[in-house]
Nanobody
Framework: QVQLVESGGGLVQAGESLRLSCAAS????????AAWFRQAPGKAREFVAY????????KIDNSVKGRFTIARNTTKNIVNLEMNNLKPEDSAVYYC????????????????WGQGTQVTVSS
């Protein structure tokens, strides 16, 4: 079993930065890929970024490429999402996911989800 807890969300102005963290517990996490998703009100949950089990392979969605980066600390079992130059359209609840896999340029989410952290970007 893997438990995921997100943190780092908040209210910022357009152009500012935030770092989201996903802290994982459970011995299997170091063998799992991880990813970030987001969901804005009235919209479907969407993929944001993926990182493989050892942190050497990543994928960033085109909508945030060049502004967001993903990294993991394998010692501390933490996956971070660094978000720069935030825009109002980035406002959403951000979720951490693990246990999935990446194939054919797409991440298939696993069964482990965090509770989410709210990001609000004002214009």
């Amino acid at each position: 079993q893997v438990q995921l807890v997100e943190s780092g969300g908040g209210l910022v102005q357009a152009g500012e930065s935030l770092r989201l963290s996903c802290a994982a517990s459970g011995r299997a996490f170091d063998r799992y890929a991880a990813a970030w998703f987001r969901q804005a009100p009235g919209k479907a949950r969407e993929f944001v970024a993926y990182i493989n089990w050892n942190g050497l392979s990543t994928k960033i969605d085109n909508s945030v490429k060049g502004r967001f980066t993903i990294a993991r600390n394998t010692t501390k079992n933490i996956v971070n999402l660094e978000m720069n130059n935030l825009k109002p359209e980035d406002s959403a609840v951000y979720y951490c996911n693990s246990g999935g896999y990446f194939s054919n340029d797409q991440y298939y989410s696993g069964s482990y989800w965090g509770q989410g952290t709210q990001v609000t970007v004002s214009s």
